[in-house]
């Protein structure tokens, strides 16, 4: 079987394809394996918890008690455990295939699937991919694949349909995250302290502003602009936080790129986002070194090289997960994973808002709360041997932006790993053919939260 993409879900989908006993190759577009994770520089992990208690486990929790041991994860004072290292998250990943027996193809990008011709019933097969990479077009056969590029790429491809962004067509906001390195960050965690921004220690700094939400920030940022050293929208949204193993850098959520560029699946904008996010690192990496001390004498340590993307395509699935089933904390007969991240929505109008926030009447509010994301949303309709885990899995927009962080997309990957395993060695990679139970079942033996 093949993974085209070897990000945040691919990864695990991997892994947990070989580990199931399936010949798997990974194809990933860059040069290793962890995507928003990694090459997009997204740490640490935003938690998911109900009744504070993780909700994703599995394969996450060997992800995370891997990076611990080797250095690259922390667990922070009060019980966090999603603070971790995208560089040692890198290698972490990659042993975790290799062991497996999977294998990995990188610097290889998707071309077009192959559908088999001349086949009856309501759903095509992919019988092969074109690759591009070194070597020049290739077809690479398989008898089952998962599309985990994160924008759906080898679903629309292969004629499936998507929806795109909200009513009126707008993305989330894009950003590109960057690093300062050689910060003295006691220096900088006093100041935070003395500035309301209280932190646990130098080791687990989390500092953040936004216009109009009262960080004790803002101050300073409203001055910068006065003084031309920042844009007003590079204070749109601005937030920092602590690298385990990397001792004196601060890894940054943000720049925002501007309004217009919000698709991440349109190479034009795509690229036009890296130049606008290296513009507006300089511009912030200038405002750290001004105004917040201990960062006076700090340089650009990394800058991510891939553009973060929230939101571009989410096929159309058996199942359509909505804003309801969240709100109302619907369970399904076929769930692979809980979920109780809020519905998180970064506008590109400015802001970041969480359309429901954790006080309200619906059932989602209780502590205890969670509601399932069903094996269905990840079955794209017309294709019978492809499953799409991850941020572009079946969903409404607003959905779309709760289950979209990495946990999730780790858990949605294990199950589809497994899934499109079985499939493969048992219904000649029919993915609608597989034992819901049966796939539950192997998820909770091997840890899982279903």
């Known amino acids: 079987m093949i993974v085209a993409g070897g990000g945040t879900a691919g990864a695990i989908a991997g892994i947990a394809a070989a580990r199931a006993g399936a010949r798997v190759l990974v194809i990933e577009a860059l040069g290793s394996l962890g995507g928003t994770g990694t090459n997009a520089w997204v740490t640490p992990l935003m938690r998911n918890v109900s009744a504070g208690e993780n909700l994703n486990r599995g394969l996450t929790d060997e992800l995370k008690a891997r990076m611990l041991t080797r250095g690259d994860g922390a667990v922070d004072p009060g019980g966090n455990d999603n603070w971790f290292n995208p560089e040692g998250m890198k290698f972490v990943l990659e042993r975790m295939l290799l062991e497996s027996g999977g294998e990995v193809l990188y610097h290889t990008h998707i071309v077009q699937p192959l559908l088999a011709a001349g086949q009856e019933g309501p759903a095509s097969t992919i019988q092969a991919l074109v690759i591009h990479n070194k070597g020049g077009l290739q077809a690479l056969n398989a008898t089952a694949f998962i599309d985990a590029t994160g924008d759906a790429d080898l679903a629309a491809r292969a004629g499936v349909?998507?929806?795109?962004?909200?009513?009126?067509?707008i993305?989330?906001?894009?950003?590109l995250r960057f690093t300062l390195a050689g910060v003295d960050t006691a220096r900088l965690c006093a100041y935070l302290n003395a500035n309301g921004q209280g932190q646990t220690g130098e080791n687990f700094m989390h500092f953040w502003m936004v216009w109009g939400k009262n960080s004790t920030l803002e101050p300073l940022f409203r001055q910068a602009v006065t003084d031309g050293v920042l844009l007003e929208r590079d204070g749109d949204y601005f937030q920092g936080f602590s690298i385990p193993g990397r001792?004196?850098?601060?890894?940054?959520?943000?720049?925002?790129?501007?309004?217009?560029?919000?698709?991440?699946?349109?190479p034009w904008q795509l690229s036009a986002a890296q130049v606008d996010g290296r513009e507006a690192i300089d511009r912030l990496t200038?405002?750290?070194?001004?105004?917040l001390p201990g960062c006076e004498t700090t340089f650009i340590g990394v800058v991510a090289p891939m553009v973060g993307v929230r939101e571009s395509r989410r096929i159309v699935g058996e199942y359509m997960l909505t804003l309801d089933d969240i709100l109302d904390c619907v369970r399904f007969p076929d769930s692979i994973c809980r979920n109780h991240y809020p519905v998180d929505i970064h506008s590109v109008r400015g802001g970041a808002k969480l359309l429901h926030e954790r006080?309200?009447?619906?059932?989602?509010?209780?502590?205890?709360?969670?509601?399932?994301?069903p094996y269905r949303s990840i079955v794209p309709v017309g294709i019978a041997n492809l499953l799409v885990p991850g941020r572009a899995a079946s969903s409404s927009f607003e959905a779309q932006s709760a289950i979209r962080v990495q946990q999730n997309c780790h858990s949605m990957g294990e199950a589809a790993g497994i899934a499109a395993a079985w499939a493969a060695r048992e219904y000649g990679g029919a993915v609608r053919d597989i034992e819901i139970g049966a796939l539950r079942s192997e998820l909770k033996r091997l840890g899982g939260n279903v």
């Open 171 to 175: 993305h989330q906001a894009m950003s």
């Open 247 to 266: 001792p004196g850098e601060i890894s940054f959520n943000c720049p925002r790129i501007r309004p217009e560029l919000h698709y991440g699946a349109d």
């Open 286 to 291: 200038a405002f750290c070194r001004s105004s």
């Open 359 to 373: 006080d309200g009447t619906a059932p989602y509010f209780a502590k205890d709360a969670y509601h399932e994301i």
């Open 161 to 169: 349909a998507f929806h795109a962004g909200d009513e009126d067509g």
